[in-house]
T-cell receptor, first 115, second 111 residues
Framework: AQSVSQHNHHVILSEAASLELGCNYSYGGTVNLFWYVQYPGQHLQLLLKYFSGDPLVKGIKGFEAEFIKSKFSFNLRKPSVQWSDTAEYFCAVTPLDGGYNKLIFGAGTRLAVHP | SAVISQKPSRDICQRGTSLTIQCQVDSQVTMMFWYRQQPGQSLTLIATANQGSEATYESGFVIDKFPISRPNLTFSTLTVSNLSPEDSSIYLC????????FGQGTRLTVV
């Protein structure tokens, strides 16, 4: 079955540190890829998405992600985090072949940024 | 991008009762999706709802517990039946995996 793995369940950083959150998926076909953010007590927001083209995708709030097809990875990065980035981050994948057409989510990574 | 409205935004319900959640989209969409986010967990797809056909349920979810209606291309409802405390979750509606936007969710607490 298709699955999405987020390796870091909890990440603690100081402000201005660089961030990289890992995401790997298990599906050999074509995929759409997404990163979502959920701030404490708030609803899910789309950070960025990849469908095709340039594998380096830029999203909102200074986030970017790189799709590496050979590694089945879509890691999220931010060069310098802020306290306001404290949130939970979810990676999600849509397998496009085989008629699945649904989002499969990773378990999420809780990021805490200390001032 | 589609604007998705969910009602209610939150509710507290008694055990054994049911709650119906509405999802309204501001444009016509082929597929609508219902997800559940249990406390501290990720999102799990409950079912996919296409207009004019029965919803397709994921493993572990059944129609008797989560009946879904999809009367037209802009609206769907999810009912969570015979509530128990384990049903306390956030329930989210989404449309079209190409854009993958979500409604604000319905926070259900069962007491």
């Amino acid at each position: 079955a298709q699955s999405v793995s987020q390796h870091n369940h909890h990440v603690i950083l100081s402000e201005a540190a660089s961030l990289e959150l890992g995401c790997n998926y298990s599906y050999g076909g074509t995929v759409n890829l997404f990163w979502y953010v959920q701030y404490p007590g708030q609803h899910l927001q789309l950070l960025l998405k990849y469908f095709s083209g340039d594998p380096l995708v830029k999203g909102i709030k200074g986030f970017e992600a790189e799709f590496i097809k050979s590694k089945f990875s879509f890691n999220l990065r931010k060069p310098s985090v802020q306290w306001s980035d404290t949130a939970e981050y979810f990676c999600a994948v849509t397998p496009l072949d085989g008629g699945y057409n649904k989002l499969i989510f990773g378990a999420g990574t809780r990021l805490a940024v200390h001032p | 991008s589609a604007v998705i409205s969910q009602k209610p935004s939150r509710d507290i319900c008694q055990r054994g009762t049911s709650l119906t959640i509405q999802c309204q989209v501001d444009s016509q969409v082929t597929m609508m999706f219902w997800y559940r986010q249990q406390p501290g967990q990720s999102l799990t797809l409950i079912a996919t709802a296409n207009q004019g056909s029965e919803a397709t349920y994921e493993s572990g979810f059944v129609i008797d517990k989560f009946p879904i209606s999809r009367p037209n291309l802009t609206f769907s409802t999810l009912t969570v039946s015979n509530l128990s405390p384990e049903d306390s979750s956030i329930y989210l509606c989404s449309v079209d995996t190409a854009t993958a936007f979500f409604g604000q969710g319905t926070r259900l607490t069962v007491v």
